[in-house]
Structure formats: structure tokens, C-alpha cells
């Protein structure tokens, strides 16, 4: 499987990245640092799950959500944010994400997530 990490603090992305390998081996997995570089990625490699930071420079989760899917449908994506308000979960599921899970993730989260999706 193919997997995208998204989120401008390289902490995040390194901590999504080993809590990830923590349950999937031989995976490919891909990093952006904002929302514009996902969208290429996701055109490019079609992931087929897209871990999405909502607060990011140049294009947010949020305005690159939709277009994440317009490029690649099958996508799934796993918003992980800070942003914990009713108001922004409602927002990305409406988006069309599948869900928003909060950060920081850990190994158990991870598995949490996996089994879900």
C-alpha cells in the first residue's frame, strides 16, 4: 500500500511516519509539507491513504482535501490535527475525509486508525 504523510513540523511527520511502520511493512510512504505539494504527490503516486494536517503554509488541509480527492477518489484520508473543535470535524468530514483524529498519534492510535479504515 501506498501512504501520504502531510504536515508542515517535520516532528509530526516523523512521528506519523514511525507509528506508522510500527504496523505495515513494505509500504511506500511519501511526505509533503503542505497541502499544494499533497495534491501533486496524490496525482502522481495515488496513495491510498493520506494523513492530512489542517494548519499548514501555502494550501491548508482544508482547501486541499477536495482536491486530493478530485485527483484521486479512491483516496482515503485521515485528517490528524491539533484543531479538535467540533465545527473543523464536521468541516473535513463533509470534505470528505473519512476521519479526524487528533494529535499527536502514537503507535496505538495508529492501529486504531488501520483498523478503521
Given at each position: 500500500?501506498?501512504?501520504?504523510?502531510t504536515?508542515?513540523?517535520?516532528?509530526?511527520?516523523l512521528?506519523?511516519?514511525?507509528s506508522?511502520?510500527?504496523?505495515?511493512q513494505?509500504?511506500e510512504?511519501?511526505?509533503?509539507?503542505?497541502g499544494?505539494?499533497?495534491?501533486?504527490?496524490?496525482?502522481?503516486h495515488?496513495?491510498?491513504?493520506?494523513f492530512?494536517?489542517?494548519?499548514?503554509?501555502?494550501?491548508?488541509?482544508?482547501?486541499?482535501?477536495p482536491?486530493?480527492?478530485?485527483?484521486?477518489?479512491?483516496?482515503k484520508?485521515?485528517?490528524?490535527?491539533?484543531?479538535?473543535?467540533?465545527?473543523a470535524?464536521?468541516?473535513?468530514?463533509?470534505?470528505?475525509?473519512?476521519?479526524?483524529?487528533?494529535?499527536?498519534?502514537?503507535?496505538d492510535?495508529?492501529?486504531?486508525?488501520?483498523?478503521?479504515?
Open positions: 500500500m501506498k501512504y501520504l504523510v504536515d508542515d513540523s517535520k516532528l509530526a511527520r512521528s506519523l511516519v514511525k506508522l511502520k510500527t504496523h505495515v513494505d509500504a510512504i511519501f511526505q509533503a509539507t503542505n499544494a505539494e499533497a495534491v501533486e504527490i496524490v496525482k502522481e495515488k496513495p491510498d491513504i493520506v492530512l494536517d489542517l494548519t499548514m503554509p501555502v494550501m491548508d488541509g482544508y482547501e486541499a482535501l482536491k486530493i480527492l478530485e485527483a484521486y477518489p479512491n483516496a484520508i485521515v485528517v490528524i490535527s491539533a484543531d479538535i473543535q467540533e465545527k470535524k464536521e468541516k473535513v468530514i463533509a470534505l470528505g475525509a473519512q476521519l479526524h483524529v487528533q494529535k499527536p498519534i502514537n503507535a492510535k495508529m492501529q486504531d486508525i488501520l483498523d478503521i479504515l
